[in-house]
């Protein structure tokens, strides 16, 4: 039975993972078919993320990664969840996607984040070395902003600058977060907001609704507008939704280790065998939703409806590629959407 959902668009967040003993080449191409997956069916938008200095993604540069991607696929929104704006100069962020947006018009979505995306050293290196001081995030914001609307001050230094290719229509820009910081500058700023509640799932429902009830109208957005990403795979096989649940959590605990390496469907099968798996597993319900394809949108719809979601973001990390397009066409029937 389909879901409550009001209509709200399903969209796909893609860590373009490489999977222990892949080759970066074949993971972009499974990207590549996943996002022409989910454009056949009617998915509304294929982000990737930013990471750097991470051995197991290969999702550095989502800027490139968007060309490639909307390239190969004809309708479906693309774009970066996010673009790490410590990481880069505001008017580069803007050249970017205004190029993109001149070559896939109506399709670049531009997700701002303020978080490295990697670990303190990585995170110095990219930030102009040892002698360079990054401005605070909502200078860099509303720079970018400027670039973006070539709205700025007459007297501003950087009023006569201008990000070019000129377009006639804009990326759409959202904030992302995984605390109340994000939705709380969207609120101000009158943006999207995008909550990673995949990252930081107790706090996400409280801050989208505090975000809801802060927001401000403004040229970005005249009504609030709430994403939120889950994790989630939908399958008939038992063992594949116990996987997906061991993977996140193997994922979670090598990071936590200092690992950047993905790990393969043996090393999760193997992990999920453990005593240290066995006390962590109580800990992702309600986090890790996988099973049934009508349990598991059931399941996302009523997370929508708690967190005031108008639309929701399926976060599937899984080296089982099948399992993935699988899951992918299951909760694309469950959620009624219309594909092609």
Known sequence: MRPETDMRPLSLLDFVDIPRGMAATEAIARTVQTAQAADRLGFHRYWMSEHHSFVGLASSSPEILISHVAGATESIRVGAAGIMLPNHAPLKVAEWFRTLEMLHPGRIDLGLGRAPGTDPVTAFALRRGRDGDVPEFPQQAAELIAFLTDDWPEDHPYAKVVAT????????????????????????????????????????????????????????????????????????????????????????????????????????????????????????????????PDEVAAALAALADRAGADEVTVVAPTPDLDAKIISLELLAKEWGLVGR
Request: net charge negative; charged share 20%; proline share 5%.
């Open 165 to 292: 290719p000129v377009v006639d229509t804009q990326p759409e820009l959202l904030m992302l977060g995984s605390s109340g910081w994000g939705s709380s500058f969207a609120a101000v700023n009158g943006l999207t907001s995008v909550f990673a509640h995949h990252m930081n799932p107790d706090l996400a429902v409280d801050a989208l609704r505090a975000y809801r009830r802060d927001f401000r109208p403004s040229e970005l957005g005249a009504e609030p507008r709430v994403i939120i990403s889950v994790l989630a795979l939908a399958t008939h096989d038992d063992d594949v939704a116990a996987d997906f649940r061991a993977g996140w959590a193997l994922s979670m605990r090598n990071i936590r280790r200092g690992e950047t390496t993905r790990p393969t469907t043996a090393e999760i099968q193997q992990f999920r065998q453990s005593a240290e798996y066995a006390a962590i597993e109580p800990g992702l319900a309600g986090h890790v939703h996988a099973g049934r």
